[in-house]
């Protein structure tokens, strides 16, 4: 069973730094895609970043310029480096990864980690 492990959330003041790390655990083939997602209090959930197996890059216009995705394919990992952050990132962040696994291919979601921008 494929299971997500997200680390790194926290409270920041504006202009700070967090990076966030997500870690799948259990037999995996196949990696298609690694992203972040974010859910404010009120708001939908939304796509912050993204990275395709074959390394193609997608951002938020909201984070453009001051977030970066990166991966460790070997170790299951992906990461969400996030600068100059604003009061407006203040939100719940999801790990979500879609995998080939022993159960063919499918989503997987992390349980979230609370990400709190305040002076």
């Known amino acids: 069973q494929v299971q997500l492990a997200e680390s790194g959330g926290g409270l920041v003041q504006p202009g700070g730094s967090l990076r966030l790390s997500c870690v799948a655990s259990g037999t995996i083939f196949s990696i298609y895609a690694m992203g972040w997602y974010r859910q404010a209090p009120g708001k939908q959930r939304e796509l912050v970043a993204s990275?395709?197996?074959?390394?193609?890059?997608k951002y938020a216009d909201s984070v453009k310029g001051r977030f970066t995705i990166s991966r460790d394919s070997a170790k299951n990992t992906v990461s969400l480096q996030m600068n100059s952050l604003k009061l407006e990132d203040t939100a719940v962040y999801y790990c979500?990864?879609?995998?080939?696994?022993?159960?063919?291919?499918?989503?997987?979601w992390g349980q979230g980690t609370q990400v709190t921008v305040s002076s």
């Open positions: 990275i395709t197996g074959g390394g193609t890059r």
């Open positions: 979500h990864q879609d995998l080939g696994t022993l159960d063919g291919r499918r989503d997987y």
